[in-house]
């Protein structure tokens, strides 16, 4: 650990900035996309589906944090578990952003006809609603003002990643090798959560004859 007379890790302070930098490099490249005009035929698909799927890799990334602690004994990961999942709710908003100005073209009210006809779009709504809270109560102010219930709420970020892969499997009409490939990344990472919570030394085992 390298720190400076004021006590600051410069070496943290560096790692964070990289890993603000990565996290807003597909943005960069959408943006240039957009002022290239190369993001093909149909850019307000192609924007779409860039945020979501970024949203849903940077959720995928934040829940694998915890396993990786784990598997390799460290303590850095979890350390940038917040700035990955605000960025996956960044994501997911600029996916929503888009969904509602470009491709609605300003007709919002039209969202509820889809979310009500749409299954694709309830569970994606869905999947943006339960992140709201998660990510408005990150702080370190909320953490301590809800103790235990905090780590009971965001234990949403189970569903979200569960409607956000619904979202993309329902969305992708042929080709589904893509969303099944997260489909299966999301089933190892909450798989090895469940794995571990029956093998802590705390849990109960079910009674005989039930």
Excluded: N
């Amino acid at each position: 650990m390298v720190l400076a007379p004021g006590g600051i890790d410069w070496r943290w302070v560096g790692l964070k900035a990289l890993a603000h930098a990565l996290a807003l490099l597909p943005l960069a490249g959408l943006v240039r996309g957009v002022v290239e005009d190369s993001l093909g035929a149909d850019p307000v698909a192609a924007l779409t589906h860039a945020t979501g799927e970024w949203a849903l890799r940077l959720l995928l990334l934040g829940l694998a944090l915890t396993p990786l602690r784990r598997f390799t004994g460290q303590a850095w990961p979890i350390r940038f578990r917040r700035l990955v999942g605000l960025y996956a709710f960044f994501y997911a908003c600029l996916h929503l952003a888009v969904f509602l100005v470009l491709d609605l073209g300003g007709y919002w009210t039209q969202i509820f006809e889809d979310i009500v006809k749409r299954p694709y779009i309830t569970v994606g709504f869905a999947a943006w609603l339960l992140l709201v809270p998660l990510a408005l109560t990150s702080t370190r102010g909320w953490i301590k003002r809800l103790g235990r219930r905090w780590a009971q709420l965001h234990r949403a970020v189970y569903a979200v990643g569960v409607l956000a892969v619904l979202h993309f499997l329902w969305l992708v009409k042929s080709d589904l090798r893509e969303p099944l490939v997260y489909a299966a990344i999301l089933a190892v990472l909450l798989g090895l959560r469940l794995w571990w919570r029956l093998r802590r030394p705390g849990a109960q085992a079910p009674a005989r004859g039930a």
